[in-house]
């Protein structure tokens, strides 16, 4: 008995020595070469038996699982990627004699076994929709004859990957690499294989559409990566197969049924062409990412915006009239006038803005006006400098004009008080519209002006605009200016007080005479002023009047040998 029990128990060990010492590439190559063209017959499992039983013990799968894993591995060893259309050419099948192993597939691919990729083909045939490949750990781990792998799913362990997934699945119909209908499909696997996530779930369970769930979260990601407004043209061509489905959808866009507008989860920045559309999230959709971990900080733009703390405090002299109408800006730009103003234009619909003008001649104070006020009021200054911004691009420049008024918007909810937006030397977008001239300067500057006119209806803050040639002013920017104030070149008394401002080693008399006998803007007198300073850090002494009066002759000499600087007209 004993002896009996002794001998099974070597016939055991034996048999198990040699299952162990099959290596599981040997298993993957005998299977591999058995079932091809096999038609699976009965059989052919039987036959297999040991080298399956090896492979099963590896992935720890069942024998009709490890029996597919393994065709499919020593496929995609040979390079190729497996579509259940190719299992039918190889184990020369019909497709009913195939749905053991198609259910095989699905059992690998959900324990990751086999990663389950969607074909970017696009394919009629159901069995061509996907394509299979062994997880690359495992395949890792055959090659180099080392255990099956512990953890092999790689996770998502964060939303923001599940966002990026989102937005390349976006991208690839952006791409045409897939239709919309992938898109949605796609789409959705993503969000109900992650609803883990509580953000997931709180957008799942909003009510919208599963097309507003797909731009919603586009946006999301746009600006996770630090965009604000979404260009949403090419995405919203592309994620609607029928052109009449994308027409209805940017109408709720524009007419404010959209569900996303509705329920204030975007914003709309409407378009100058029917379908131009930007959109950027709300101030609601920015606290629900920071409710789930995702904080979103809007930098202020440097580029023309300046501090009120920068600038530096000086004493502007000006005409009794101009210093009237100045007085009355400061007194309404002090934050608590400003506020009950805005709220009375509200209570009486009237347009909540300070649209004003400063025009007159160069050098008179316009925009150092400008700069007075924010540092007296204590606001930024956005300021555009519209010789800069004017592009001889069709249609370029029209873009950058509504650009500017997005970001001040965007600045004026970053700050308390509402910030200055100044458009200096605007000479060129205020003058008259041209007619009956076809170039593409003409045409742009129209088609500038006409947006600004459009911005200037509904905008909401403070604007201020200087020129120099006020003549020209097209009528239609007349109505959209509340305040218009005239800088005149400065009389006699104003230029002698302000030589005597800014040159405190001058003497009344002196300063009378020249202003008497040079006729300077307050911008000329600094350059003169200027020039002094020089001379006196050369030469260690103060300029006396003759020298003052040769600076002040250059000056002129200058004015007269220059013609009108800025653009010419069209």
Not at 222 to 235: A, L, Q, R
Not at 332 to 338: E, H, I, N, S, W
Not at 432 to 447: F, G, H, L
Not at 454 to 468: Q, V
Request: charged letters at 25%; hydrophobic letters at 40%.
């Amino acid at each position: 008995m004993t002896l009996h029990l002794l001998s099974f128990k070597i016939q055991m060990n034996q048999h198990a020595s040699k299952s162990k010492s099959m290596k599981i590439t040997e298993a993957l190559n005998t299977i591999y070469k058995q079932a091809k063209s096999s038609g699976l017959q009965p059989e052919l499992m039987k036959e297999l038996k040991k080298e399956i039983n090896v492979v099963a013990k590896f992935t720890h799968s069942n024998p009709q699982d490890a029996f597919v894993f393994a065709v499919v591995c020593s496929m995609n060893l040979f390079g190729e990627n497996v579509e259940s259309h190719d299992l039918l050419r190889f184990f020369d099948v019909t497709p009913f004699e195939l749905m053991d192993q198609l259910k095989s597939l699905s059992n690998l691919s959900d324990r990751s076994i086999l990663i389950k990729r969607k074909n970017r083909r696009r394919y009629e045939d159901a069995l061509r929709k996907y394509h299979y490949v062994v997880n690359p750990k495992i395949l890792d781990a055959i090659i180099s004859e080392a255990p099956f792998p512990t953890e092999i799913e790689a996770k998502i362990t964060d939303v923001i990957e599940v966002l990026e997934k989102m937005h390349d699945t976006c991208q690839e119909c952006i791409s045409e690499t897939i239709d919309t209908a992938d898109l949605h499909e796609e789409m959705e696997e993503l969000i109900e294989g992650n609803i883990h996530f509580p953000l997931i779930t709180s957008v799942r369970n909003l009510d919208i559409e599963p097309i507003d769930r797909i731009i919603y979260f586009f946006i999301m990601w746009k600006s996770i990566n630090g965009s604000v407004n979404i260009d949403m043209d090419e995405p919203l061509n592309s994620f609607f197969k029928r052109s009449s489905n994308r027409v209805q959808y940017m109408q709720g866009i524009f007419n404010g049924s959209n569900k996303l507008i509705q329920q204030n989860l975007v914003e709309y920045t409407s378009g100058r062409f029917f379908n131009d559309i930007d959109l950027s999230l709300s101030d609601a959709s920015l606290n629900l990412l920071k409710e789930h971990g995702v904080i979103l900080h809007r930098r202020k733009s440097n580029n023309g915006t300046i501090s009120p703390d920068s600038i530096a405090a000086k004493h502007l002299i000006y005409e009794a009239e101009e210093a009237a109408q100045i007085n009355e800006l400061n007194a309404m730009m002090a934050q608590d006038c400003y506020t009950n103003l805005m709220d009375r234009l509200k209570e009486k619909a009237l347009p909540q803005n300070l649209n004003i003008l400063l025009f007159g001649a160069p050098g008179t104070g316009k925009t150092e006006t400008v700069y007075q006020l924010a540092k007296a009021s204590g606001r930024e200054i956005m300021k555009v400098e519209i010789s800069q911004s004017k592009s001889m691009w069709f249609g370029e420049s029209e873009k950058l004009i509504k650009k500017i008024f997005r970001d001040y918007t965007d600045l004026a909810k970053q700050n308390e008080l509402a910030p200055i937006l100044l458009f200096n030397e605007a000479d060129a977008i205020l003058s008259s519209r041209k007619t009956n001239n076809a170039s593409a300067v003409s045409q742009t500057e129209n088609a500038i002006q006409n947006i600004l006119l459009e911005e200037l209806e509904n905008f909401k803050g403070i604007f201020i605009a200087t020129t120099n040639l006020a003549e020209n002013l097209d009528r239609a920017f007349d109505r959209r200016f509340l305040f218009k104030i005239k800088f005149n070149r400065p009389s006699i008394a104003s230029r002698a007080a302000i030589w005597q401002d800014k040159l405190s080693t001058i003497t009344a008399e002196d300063a009378t005479s020249l202003a008497k006998d040079f006729e300077l803007s307050g911008g000329q007198i600094d350059n003169v002023i200027r020039k002094a300073e020089i001379q006196m850090l050369l030469k260690g002494t103060s300029c006396n009047v003759d020298e003052l009066k040769q600076f002040c002759a250059q000056e002129i000499v200058l004015q007269k040998g220059f013609a009108s600087i800025g653009f010419g007209k069209g």
